[in-house]
Nanobody, 124 residues
Framework: VKFMESGGGSVQPGGSLRLSCVAS????????LGWFRQAPGMQREGVAGIATDGTTTYEDSVKGRFTISKDVAKNTVYLQMDNLKPEDTGLYYC???????????????????WGQGTQVTVSS
């Protein structure tokens, strides 16, 4: 299983970034997908998730600012991030999980596969 993440970078507060993650090596469309992030000295936290039927879930602090989507034909999941804030800074990971009992909880044990991460820095 491999993930190729891209789209990270540095941006000023209020700016936007779009993260992309191309997956390979597994039956992509049967998995639920998501994005986690980790700030220095902090635990990883779930940011957004998307189920096989397209249902989405978000961490409270990003609701209304972030949008997760996927393109099954391209094996790609996206995270559009708007109105970025300094507290959004961190290493962003693309993730995938395959449990039939997943109900949208953005918790690490539910996700089997993790990318290497792409850095997002929000600073003036």
């Amino acid at each position: 299983v491999k993930f190729m993440e891209s789209g990270g970078g540095s941006v000023q507060p209020g700016g936007s970034l779009r993260l992309s993650c191309v997956a390979s090596g597994f039956t992509y469309w049967v998995y639920y997908l998501g994005w986690f992030r980790q700030a220095p000295g902090m635990q990883r936290e779930g940011v957004a998730g998307i189920a096989t039927d397209g249902t989405t879930t978000y961490e409270d602090s990003v609701k209304g600012r972030f949008t997760i989507s996927k393109d099954v034909a391209k094996n790609t999941v996206y995270l559009q991030m708007d109105n970025l804030k300094p507290e959004d800074t961190g290493l962003y990971y693309c993730v995938a999980g395959g449990s039939t009992r997943w109900e949208g909880k953005l918790s690490p044990p539910w996700f089997n596969y993790w990318g290497q991460g792409t850095q997002v820095t929000v600073s003036s």
